[in-house]
């Protein structure tokens, strides 16, 4: 089966420059022979248009440069479609990409994604909100939410908004 890939792309995620990123993406996907197109992620989370562009253009795989939050929003509302999933781990924690054991570099993240057949993961829902592999509540809760608000990233701004909230 021929592979053709949608990148979905979180300009934001951990530290690192999305444009860098994105010529990563390019030029190891252009090398490989696999049809390709990037897009950027969607923090609204409607992916509607995103789902008929999958089903019409054919696309076989969703592979998503993100962290913990930007891959639980695709995978959420993706979900119902017959697409396989990859990762780029791009955020501050990675925890689902550590623990399928996806490398962190992402150039051997990709090919990884040229290589691999998926693998099932277990998603589920708190409160009609979807998640892959974490969902916190209370103080983790609160720390996550600030995190997100803030215009950096990075272990030093996580570190920050722990000691913020904490008391």
């Known amino acids: ?4 890939i949608l990148y979905i792309i979180n300009p934001i995620a951990g530290t ?19 049809p390709f197109e990037c897009i ?18 054919g696309f076989t795989d969703v ?12 995978v959420g509302a993706l979900r119902d479609t017959a697409i396989q999933f990859g990762i780029i781990p791009v955020g501050s924690g990675n925890g689902l990409a550590r623990a ?16 691999e057949t998926g693998k099932p993961t277990d998603g589920f829902s708190v409160n009609g909100q979807f998640a892959c592999m974490l969902s916190g509540l209370g103080f983790d809760a609160t720390v996550a939410h600030s995190f997100a608000r803030q215009s950096t990233r990075g272990l030093f701004t996580y570190a920050k908004e722990v000691i913020n909230n904490f008391g």
């Open 40 to 57: 950027t992620s969607n923090p609204s989370a409607n992916y509607t248009a995103v789902k008929t562009k999958i089903k019409e253009e």
């Open 1 to 4: 089966m021929h592979k053709k």
């Open 100 to 115: 399928a054991k996806i490398p962190m570099d992402p150039q051997k993240a990709l090919q990884l994604t040229f290589k």
């Open 63 to 74: 592979v998503i440069a993100g962290g913990d939050g930007t891959v639980s929003q695709v």
């Open 16 to 34: 690192g420059s999305s444009n860098q990123l994105k010529k990563i993406i390019e030029r190891t996907t252009h090398a490989a022979g696999i």
